[in-house]
């Protein structure tokens, strides 16, 4: 089982990049948007790996840091949550902002995720309950940005256009940042789509 890559990117595609390591083999390696917006081709990577062996393929998943593997690993125990799933709430998502949601009982939260459905939103809540506190940190001193980059990356896994979403949050930071700043992902979200409409 491979546990660990480290190389080059060699191509970024829209849900997964080619890591080309130093023995010269090129795996591809399936990552969150996150990782995909903040690299390009020919930076170094660093990535913890989850491998899924199915008949047909071996599947590589990527994690920059290792809580999102760990976040990663306690989402696909959740019955009828596989792989792809998990990584799409942590493409919409942060490991603090997902534990809070489910330690808090707040499946609503989860709610607008591709390929995620409300049932299956109240399904992680219900039984990763009471299992992800130690991922919440005590002090978000980024929370604000934080929200802000998951409603970011939320709307652009959704098909929006980063441009047209970057202009919108300018456009409602300017005309109330006080309010802006004390607001959650999902209010941002709604905001931004009055804004794009």
Not at 35 to 51: G, Q
Not at 100 to 128: D, F, Q, T, W
């Amino acid at each position: 089982m491979i546990g660990f890559l480290n190389g080059t990117i060699i191509e970024i595609n829209e849900k997964s990049l080619t890591l080309l390591t130093s023995s010269g083999v090129g795996y591809k390696v399936f990552t969150t948007l996150n990782t995909l917006l903040s690299k390009n081709e020919k930076d170094a990577l660093e990535v913890f790996i989850y491998t899924v062996v199915k008949d047909d393929a071996i599947d590589l998943y990527g994690f920059v840091e290792k809580e999102e593997l760990q976040m990663f690993e306690k989402l696909i125990t959740v019955s009828g949550i596989g792989p792809r799933s998990a990584l799409n709430i942590l493409s919409v998502s942060n490991v603090n902002n997902i534990a809070l949601a489910v330690e808090n009982g707040e499946a609503s939260l989860l709610s607008g995720i591709p390929g995620l459905g409300k049932r299956s939103c109240e399904k992680i809540v219900i039984e990763l309950k009471g299992k992800l506190s130690h991922f919440i940190k005590a002090e978000m001193t980024t929370e604000d940005a934080s929200e802000e980059n998951d409603a970011k990356l939320a709307l652009i896994s959704l098909g929006y256009n980063e441009k047209d979403v970057n202009n919108a949050i300018k456009d409602i930071k300017q005309n109330n940042a006080q309010i802006f700043n004390n607001m959650q992902a999902s209010e941002i979200i709604r905001e931004i789509l009055k804004d794009l409409r």
